[in-house]
């Protein structure tokens, strides 16, 4: 009865290539997120979705790009892996986007590009 | 001056004794505040929100300073499994702008 899970939780691949991770909440939440944390350990929201809609959108490059084809999934797709996207993904939910409303974490998705 | 700010540590308490840390935030509009923790490895949990008049849960206290622009966290009678990092998060209002810190790192020894 896990509450966000995630999927894969290692991810290892070399650098050019194409990867997808995943992302379900059984929380009944409307309110995604993927966050990224470096090896300096902070904590960088990329994206979040709003009942299925892109509401945050940092300065991420292109190559990563978010799909919800509904409120209870967010997958990140990022195309042209380089070392330097080598971090732990996490995905997250709320009750909304509004003050007040805690998140709710996956447990990541180590990804690793050599 | 970064939007939220932590000492990073690492604390090193015995077991038993009384932590605190503060946490500073940059954005006086900031309207809710969280204390998360973070075991090595794992994904962070929310440990506590911080309400205006200060709150308790169990050997927790969390205390909320506008004037000054921080929070604070106590544990009292620290436990082993207290050791983990302690992020201190901020929210200013919408989603993008919650705002994580870079945690304190806390070592209870036996």
């Known amino acids: 009865d896990t509450a966000v899970s995630q999927t894969p939780k290692y991810l290892v691949t070399q650098m050019g290539n194409d990867k997808s991770i995943k992302c379900e909440q059984n929380?009944?939440?409307?309110?995604m997120y993927w966050y990224k944390q470096d090896s300096k350990k902070f904590l960088k929201i990329m994206f979040s979705y709003n009942n299925k809609e892109l509401i945050i959108n940092e300065t991420v490059p292109d190559r990563f790009s978010p799909k919800s084809p509904d409120k209870a999934h967010l997958n990140l797709h990022i195309n042209s892996l380089e070392l330097g996207d080598s971090a732990v993904y996490f995905c997250?939910?709320?009750?909304?986007?509004?003050?007040?409303?805690?998140?709710?974490f996956g447990n990541g998705t180590r990804l690793t590009v050599t | 001056r970064k939007e939220v700010e932590q000492d990073p540590g690492p604390f090193n308490v015995p077991e038993g004794a009384t932590v605190a840390f503060n946490c500073t935030y940059s954005?006086?509009?900031?309207?809710?505040f969280f204390w998360y923790r973070q075991d090595c490895r794992k994904e962070p949990k929310l440990l506590m929100s911080v309400y205006s008049s200060g709150n308790e849960d169990g050997r927790f206290t969390a205390q909320l300073n506008r004037a000054s622009q921080y929070i604070s966290l106590l544990i009292r009678d620290s436990k082993l499994s207290d050791s983990a990092t302690y992020l201190c998060v901020v929210n200013g209002g919408s989603a993008s702008k919650i705002i994580f810190g870079s945690g304190t790192r806390l070592s209870i020894r036996p």
């Open positions: 954005n006086s509009a900031s309207q809710s």
């Open positions: 929380l009944g939440h409307d309110t």
């Open positions: 997250a939910s709320s009750t909304g986007p509004d003050v007040g409303s805690p998140l709710h």
